[in-house]
């Protein structure tokens, strides 16, 4: 007489255990992954930033070591307002980059121009927009405040570990094709850094932002720092020596923006 083995089926409870197990593995697995992307985005943000600590170099020594401007309207200046054009840092140092064109309307693609990637974050707080890093205006600052008489940075300043060039720049809605401001903070020829009641330079606030569209449109100031990484708690910063560190908002302090070299003009 032959006996036939039969295969028993899972039970309801062997069944919800099984569910319990794979849903515990997924609540462990999901934070270290999701830490992982915001890590492997954060890096990959560093490099980008180091490619354009390499550029700037570059674009100094072609410039008696002068720093691009941080953001220049009619950088070409024709009696015909059709043909005026300016730029800004990023735009100035994009044929270092892989780019074609170094102003507004060269490197738009439909005059031929080709604007780097390296200036867009991979994490952006609004995906998409074409520049997303700003300029540290005490040394790149804008033509206002050339015009009352502050001075473009030289690359050779002293304590180059020390001085921020470039940092993560907030994006904003509707602006500039969802562009962050080129420099950081707008200046005014009597306060740099702008805070309410203060009239100190060295003692004013820094603005931050966790927020896409978190941006002060008042003059000044103009735009903020960023800090959209590891959750929005942690910015990037591009020092004057070509090293990019990662700080939180806390480590992020008022002295690393003025050279310790440089004296304010008027």
Not at 50 to 69: F, W
Not at 124 to 130: D, E, H, I, K, M
Not at 173 to 195: C, K, L, M, R, Y
Not at 209 to 221: F, I
Request: charged share 20%.
């Amino acid at each position: 007489m032959r006996m036939h083995k039969q295969g028993r089926g899972f039970t309801l409870v062997e069944l919800l255990v099984v569910i319990g197990i794979i849903a515990l593995l997924i609540s462990i697995l999901l934070p270290s992954l999701a830490r992982a992307r915001q890590s492997a985005a954060n890096v990959a943000c560093m490099s980008n930033m180091r490619q354009i600590g390499t550029a700037i170099r570059m674009y100094a020594g072609d410039n008696g070591d002068r720093l691009p401007v941080g953001n220049y309207g009619k950088w070409i200046d024709s009696p015909d307002d059709s043909l005026d054009d300016d730029t800004r840092w990023y735009q100035l140092i994009n044929p270092y980059l892989g780019g074609i064109g170094n102003t507004e309307k060269t490197t738009q693609s439909g005059n031929g121009g080709i604007l780097s990637k390296v200036i867009q974050c991979p994490e952006p707080a609004v995906p998409s927009g074409r520049n997303h890093y700003s300029a540290n205006p005490i040394v790149m600052p804008r033509k206002d405040e050339i015009n009352k008489g502050w001075k473009v940075g030289r690359l050779s300043m002293r304590n180059g570990t020390d001085v921020a060039l470039i940092v993560e720049g907030t994006q904003v809605a509707g602006h500039w094709n969802w562009s962050a401001e080129p420099v950081a903070w707008a200046i005014d020829h009597a306060i740099v850094f702008w805070a309410p009641g203060s009239d100190t330079r060295r003692q004013a606030k820094i603005w931050v932002s966790r927020n896409a569209d978190e941006v002060n449109w008042a003059y000044p100031p103009g735009a903020d720092i960023r800090f959209r990484h590891m959750g929005n708690t942690s910015g990037n910063i591009l020092f004057a020596d070509g090293h990019v560190e990662s700080r939180r908002i806390d480590d992020v302090i008022v002295q690393i923006f003025f050279p310790p070299n440089w004296t304010p003009g008027r």
